[in-house]
């Protein structure tokens, strides 16, 4: 059973690492872009958000108007409604300002280790999970842009399936031996492949849109073939 | 980059900030409808599918990495691997790989 503080240091530290060459990068791109360290930096300390902050690089780049740098951030993270939505029924009861604390630590990557825990999830170990991905993230940005080079190319690289290797690790455990897993997965993945491929929408939405199609989609197949909500809870608890 | 920089960022702060927020913090322990619940419970899975898929194909322009990471992390995560040595594991086969 996962609670401690430090538990969720454990669990998140493939986070750090996967952040690790994201972060380093970033710092570098950030200083070729003309940010200062502190401004770098900064941005990784208060904004907090990989992919919105690579996207403000390259808007800053050409030169476009600073409001529509977070219209596209806000466009990006408009995901996150729904996976702090979903966290809320897994999360054990905490006050309200400490959950709006570590809810600044809820990323795609947090999100991904916090929802696949068993059971309910203490505030100590969601703490312990977004304290060490974001320290990974905010200390390897001011790195990337001190030492203002990259790793060898062949490691660089390697680490950039980190991230992906980390998702796939949290997702086939689930998928064992529960079909709904494997469908939610599949389908999710290939919508968002079609909207993708397709060119039909732009990433931040296009995974809100796969993952709530697939999620709509499976739970409504469930209920219609009498696979009640309560059944999916009972197997739940029968797996924890 | 002067002041405005540091007004967008507090704007990105914000708008980030927001998403993640709101529902985490508001939705506390209210009693959603079964099938509103039901469709929550099934997020973490759905998500996991999109972030995956096709992103970890197109990490480097050579398709065949992406695919052999993939596959690299679902055979040792397969075999029962705790995720951090499935990390550790897929970024040193592929290190291997781009050596050679």
Known sequence: MNTTFSQGLKAGSSI????????????????????SMIEATAMSLIVYAGASQYMALSLIATGVAPWLVVMN????????????????EKVEPAPKWMKAIYAFGITDESFSVLSTQKGK???????????????????????????????PQ????AMSVALYAMFIGLLVPSMKGNRKVV?????????????????????GWSILVATLGSAI????????NNKTVEHWTVQKEADN | MGAAYWWMLLGMAIATYVPRMIPLTFLDGKELPPIVSGVLRNIP?????????????????????????????????FIGLDVMFVVIGTIAVLAVYSLF
């Open chain 1, 16 to 35: 750090a690492i996967g952040y690790f060459p994201v972060a380093l990068t970033f710092g570098l791109l950030a200083k070729t872009t003309g940010l």
């Open chain 1, 154 to 157: 062949f490691l660089q690289n």
């Open chain 1, 183 to 203: 469908l939610l997965a599949a389908i999710g993945a290939a919508i968002h492949c079609v909207l993708y491929y397709g060119n039909l929408l732009s990433t």
């Open chain 1, 121 to 151: 999830i203490t505030t100590a170990f969601a703490f312990g999970v977004a304290s060490i991905a974001y320290g990974s993230w905010v200390f390897f940005t001011a790195v990337g842009h001190v030492i203002g080079a990259n790793l």
């Open chain 1, 73 to 88: 951030t806000f466009i990006v993270n408009i995901r996150h409604f729904l996976m702090t939505a979903s966290l809320s």
């Open chain 2, 45 to 77: 899975y759905a998500v996991l599918g999109a972030l995956i898929f096709p992103a970890v194909l197109h990490i480097q322009d050579n398709i065949l990495f992406g695919v052999i990471g993939a596959v690299t992390a679902f055979a040792l995560s």
């Open chain 1, 217 to 224: 989609f499976v739970e409504i197949i469930y209920v219609k």
